[in-house]
Structure formats: C-alpha cells, structure tokens
C-alpha cells in the first residue's frame, strides 16, 4: 500500500475524486481508504508494482519508453469526457493561475529560462490570456510527466499524481509529455520518434504554449 499525506489543499482533495471517477476507466491506484483530520488529508491507495518511465529501465531503452509515452495518452484519450466532472480546460487553467498570481504562489526562480523569457507572472499571464487557442478536447492527466506513468515493460500499471486531470486540451499532455522525455534523455534525439509513434505533426506553438502554461502552477 501507499499511504499519501498533505494538506487539504483542493489539488489533493481533486487528486482523490479522480481516483474514484477513473476506477474501470484507467489504470490507476485502487483507493482502500481516505480520512480528513486536523486540516490534513490521508489517502491510502493500493501499490502500483513496475516502473516509473523516469526510472534506469526506461531511460536505457529511449525507443521503448518513448513506445510506452505515447500508449499512456492513447490510454488518456480513450476515457469518454461526455460528462466528466473535471474541467480543465484553458479558460478554467488560466482562472486558477490567476489566482496562483494574484496570491503570490508562482516562483519565478522555478522558470525554465530557455523558453520563458518573461519578466513576470503578471506579463506572462496577460500574453496566455491573449493567446488562447483553440482545444482539441480529450480527458487529460494534466502533469503529464514521466515520473507519473508507471509500466512493466509495455504494458501500463497505472498513473498517479492525477490532481490537474480533467477535460482539457490534447496538446496540454503533448507539451509536458515532450518536456519531461527531453529532459529525461538529455536530448531532443527522440522527440520526432514521439510524434511519429504518436501519428501527429509537432505544432511547436502549441507546445510552447502549454509549458508556458505549467510555468504558473
């Protein structure tokens, strides 16, 4: 089992909804157990046995965990969203970063400077407010990052971490998905093997776009 403890901060209080919401529709933790005391919240969760892709077995076999990244969106994209209770899509993203700004909860010392470029999170939240595209809806995990999938060879275990998981844009996993295998590997050598496997041409703006996003969480 897996016990996890954190205040009742509404992510986690989310986080547990989803488990219950996904249980027959995705791989994820079986929930035993949940209880609120003292303002913090406890969830016991079934264990997950594998790996997470961040993990030596993966990272030594890039063509194999890039064939397990791109199964884990498919396994996304294949939960129904016609009546989801989760919206996440960019216009509810950027209400919670404002408020993330607003409340002085963005870091900016957390920046990835090689693509954010701006001066503050007041300037970077008026550009994405400006910007906002067109979505291509799917129920998406959110944080989609390789120490949040967890596989034993090719075959998916489970996903944890789900507190941002909700109906929200393709390219929202896609973007962060990209981010965490180059930054895993050290190199973009696999990126264009991702979109392949995937089926789909990088649109670099919309990748862009959405880790600029993740910058205010």
């Known amino acids: 089992m897996v ?12 986080e ?56 884990g969106l498919k396994a996304l994209w294949n939960v129904p969203i016609e009546g989801c209770p989760f ?3 960019i216009a509810k993203k950027l209400e919670t970063a404002a408020h993330h700004v607003k409340t002085h909860q963005v870091d900016m010392e957390d920046w990835d400077r ?4 701006f001066e503050s999170p007041e300037s970077l939240l008026e ?3 400006l910007h906002q595209p067109i979505e ?7 944080d989609y990052c390789l120490p949040n999938m967890i596989y034993d060879g090719h ?24 981010r965490s295998l180059e930054y895993n590997l050290g ?4 990126t264009s093997l991702f979109f392949e496997k995937l089926g789909m041409t990088p649109n670099h703006e919309l990748i862009k776009y959405y880790m600029l996003v993740d910058e205010l969480f």
């Open 136 to 142: 291509d809806r799917v129920f998406s995990h959110g």
């Open 3 to 14: 016990l996890k403890i954190d205040q009742s901060h509404p992510e986690f209080i989310k």
């Open 114 to 117: 090689e693509f954010n470029h």
């Open 87 to 89: 919206d996440e899509s």
């Open 16 to 71: 547990i909804q989803v488990l219950h919401y996904l249980q027959g529709k995705l791989a994820v933790p079986k929930v035993i157990c949940e209880e609120t005391i003292n303002g913090y919240t406890y969830l016991l969760m079934e264990r997950i046995h594998g790996h997470m892709l961040s993990d030596d077995v993966f990272i030594h076999h890039p063509v194999l965990l890039v064939e397990c990244l791109v199964d």
């Open 127 to 129: 550009y994405l407010i």
């Open 187 to 190: 190199t973009d050598q696999y």
């Open 155 to 178: 075959q998916l275990k489970g996903m944890i971490d789900l507190g941002r998981a909700g109906v929200s844009s393709k390219w929202q996993d896609i973007s962060l998905a990209v």
